[in-house]
């Protein structure tokens, strides 16, 4: 008889809130949803719809395109304008991103 052994899945853990959960692709592609693309590394875990048993994608976070940090799409810890920063960041940047931007920035930082 043959075992299935499970495979060890990675964890994501958002360095802002800690956010910790496994994670089955880390890129732009994923393999099991080949029709998305993503513009940066993504991590993303699959799901399944219970009702259509189709693969869906959940995205967890990125890596701060400014610092590298790991961080999830919550806007209290990230936001996503052209590329994902990482709060800190955002707030260091503030100047550069547009007033509406910047006013959101503000707001999450409370």
Not at 5 to 25: Q, W
Not at 46 to 57: C, M, Y
Not at 82 to 103: G, M, T, V
């Amino acid at each position: 008889k043959t075992q299935l052994v499970p495979t060890e899945r990675k964890h994501f853990c958002c360095e802002t809130c800690g956010l910790n959960v496994p994670y089955d692709y880390f890129g732009k592609q994923p393999p099991f949803k080949p029709q998305i693309l993503f513009y940066a590394d993504t991590y993303m875990m699959k799901t399944i719809d219970g009702q259509n048993l189709n693969t869906e994608v959940v995205v967890l976070g990125s890596n701060c395109s400014e610092c590298a940090r790991v961080i999830c799409v919550s806007n209290t810890c990230s936001l996503f304008y052209s590329r994902r920063f990482c709060n800190l960041c955002a707030l260091k940047y503030i100047d550069e991103f547009p007033e509406k931007i910047q006013a959101e920035i503000k707001k999450n930082m409370r």
